[in-house]
């Protein structure tokens, strides 16, 4: 059983930068696509950026651009890189494992850590 722990939410002022990170533990495919989710309150969850196995990376429009996903070299902690943040960005943000989608659906992984919550204020 995967377990994923985010690690770095918390307040900012519209225009600044938060990093969040996500420890990875447990089995786990090494064709597993990793990635960030999103949900604000009142809203539906939503993907805002994926890497896949093979280091491509997707970013949902709404962040294109300043918000940046990578991982270690071995693929056990995973980081999103937010910047100029806006209070549009508020919500929990959950780190997610699973294999990718097929091409054009949405994704839907398999493992889901316990959220962290980023607040931007203006």
């Known amino acids: 059983q995967m377990q994923l722990v985010e690690y770095g939410g918390g307040s900012v002022q519209a225009g600044g930068s938060l990093r969040l990170s996500c420890k990875r533990s447990?089995?786990?495919?090494?064709?597993?696509?990793m990635g960030w989710f999103r949900q604000a309150r009142g809203k539906e969850r939503e993907e805002v950026a994926r890497i896949d196995s093979n280091d491509d990376t997707i970013y949902s429009d709404s962040v294109k651009g300043r918000f940046t996903i990578s991982t270690d070299s071995n693929r056990n902690t995973l980081y999103l890189r937010m910047g100029s943040m806006s209070p549009e960005d508020t919500g929990i943000y959950y780190c997610?494992?699973?294999?990718?989608?097929?091409?054009?659906?949405?994704?839907?992984?398999?493992?889901y850590g316990q959220g962290t919550q980023v607040t931007v204020s203006s």
């Open positions: 447990g089995f786990g495919f090494g064709s597993y696509s």
């Open positions: 997610a494992a699973g294999f990718p989608p097929p091409y054009g659906k949405r994704w839907n992984p398999a493992h």
